[in-house]
Structures are given as structure tokens and as C-alpha cells.
């Protein structure tokens, strides 16, 4: 997203708890202005939102879990309003309504918080990104190809968005306020059930992805704080109802990329999923 924005022509100011950590350099060699701020303490968010035009707001469940996600998010919308913010938009999850999914159902309660103050917002709300089946925080031999299938079912259709469309239409919405203010929009670009998307992988890359078997429990154990959470999630899934509509992110991205499209030009997860950089 920040490099979609920077493309457009917005200047961005980016939020660290640490501007000289390893994982923040990439961002200001963007072209970012890197921020220091800790979301949990509202004070720190004051002068970075100064001025600002609109706030893009995400936070993450598993580092300080869900309450301090809940905490977090209000606090942006809180300070957001004070500082004048004119457009609020929302990294959302789930599928908009009580799942009993403990990362779904907090950010519905930001979700709640936030048309409380009235500010213009946009919530967007993706579901599983492509980049599970690659990126190696989430283990995918584990995760993606064996626990994931298990407890969802290998022929359920699941809803995918690659990481790099959903900057892309973060960016969109900063850019027609009129257009995405007060929407909610489910992201999904396809539909594959995860036994499709193995038969994709291995057509496009000549072989099967890896797949490493471990007990549920013990994947629960490996991945701390994600492992209940996703392992009811994806017991959910398994005859929870998920809106499979691909119309409303092709009408906002008619060349989003589909997971065979994301296959062919993603390296092992190593760039965004875009042969050109997006």
C-alpha cells in the first residue's frame, strides 16, 4: 500500500514502534517518513496524525493478543477524529458478522467503535491472502498444506487476495473518498479450494508444495498466540458461510491477480507477486 500511495503522489508517514528496526528500513527506503509510536498509548499518535489526510489502520492480534488489538484500533479512531482525519480506512478480517473466531470478532468490535464516531471510513475486509502459501512466517508446509486442510477440508472454495491488491485498493480508496467512504467491502479476487490451489502449484511449478504432517496440538503450541485462533478459524470454515462474490474487487481491480496468475509470477514468496513489482 505505501508503495501504491507513494506512486500516486501522497506523501506517507509510516508508524514504527521502532524506526531503526531491520523490518522498518524497507519501508522508508520507499520513501516513507517512519514515525515513532506505540498504538497502545494515544498520546504517541497525536503528532503523527497532525495534518494528516487519512489514516490507514491495522493491527496485529498476535503480539499483544486480542483485547490489546481492540485497544489499539480504538485508539487510531480516537485520535483520528480528534486530529481531523478525513478518511479512515480499515484493514478488516472475517466475514462481518459474530463467527466466534477470536481475530474476526475483535476487529468487528473496532469495526462497531469506529461507526460509533462517525468518522468517513472504509472497511476492508480480505480473507485468506496468497501469500499463506508461501510466506514462511506462517510455516505453510504445516499451516496451509496439512493442519488448514484437515480441520477445513480440502474441497472447501476459499476466498483469496494477493497482499499487493489489497495496497492497491487501499490506495483506490484514499483516492475517491466519495466513492469507498462508509463501504464495507469483502476483497476476494478468487475462488479455490485448497485442493485446487495444490493442482495450480503443481501445473505452474512442476511439482507439489511441501508438506510437513504435525499433530493439531502441537502446531497450536508451535505458533503461540495464532495457533487456537487459527486452527477455530479454520474449523469454522469448514461449513461457516463466506461470501464467495470475486464482482466487487474485480470492479474495483479488473486485473487482480488470480492464484494461478499469482503462482506464475510469485518466487517463493520472495516479491509481491507481480513479475513488473506491481
Known sequence: MVRHLLGAGWRVRALTRDPDATKARPV?????????????????????FDGAYGVYSVQNPYIGGLGQEVVQGKNVATVAQAAGVRH??????????????GSWDSKLAVEEYIAELEIPATILRPMAFMELMTDRA???PVSTWHVM???????????????????RIAAKA??????????????TSDVRSLAECRELWTDVRGRSPRRFPMPVRLFERVAGLAG?????????????????DTN??????????????????????RNDGRSDGG
Open 88 to 101: 479512515l480506512v480499515y484493514g478488516s478480517a472475517g466475514v462481518g458478522s459474530r463467527s466466534g473466531v
Open 174 to 187: 484514499f483516492e475517491d473518498p466519495q466513492g469507498y467512504a462508509g463501504r464495507s467491502i469483502a476483497l
Open 149 to 167: 486442510p484437515r480441520l477445513m477440508g480440502e474441497e472447501r472454495p476459499v476466498t483469496w487476495l494477493a497482499v499487493d491488491d489489497l495496497g
Open 248 to 269: 466487487p474487487t474485480r470492479g474495483i481491480l479488473p486485473d487482480a491477480l488470480t492464484v494461478r496468475d499469482w503462482l506464475r509470477h510469485n518466487d517463493e514468496g
Open 138 to 140: 506462517f510455516y505453510p
Open 228 to 244: 487456537p485462533d487459527l486452527t477455530t478459524m479454520w474449523r469454522w470454515l469448514r461449513s461457516g458461510h463466506v461470501p464467495l
Open 28 to 48: 522508508a527506503e520507499l520513501g516513507a517518513q517512519l514515525v515513532r509510536v506505540d498504538m497502545a498509548n494515544p498520546t504517541s499518535l497525536e503528532p503523527a
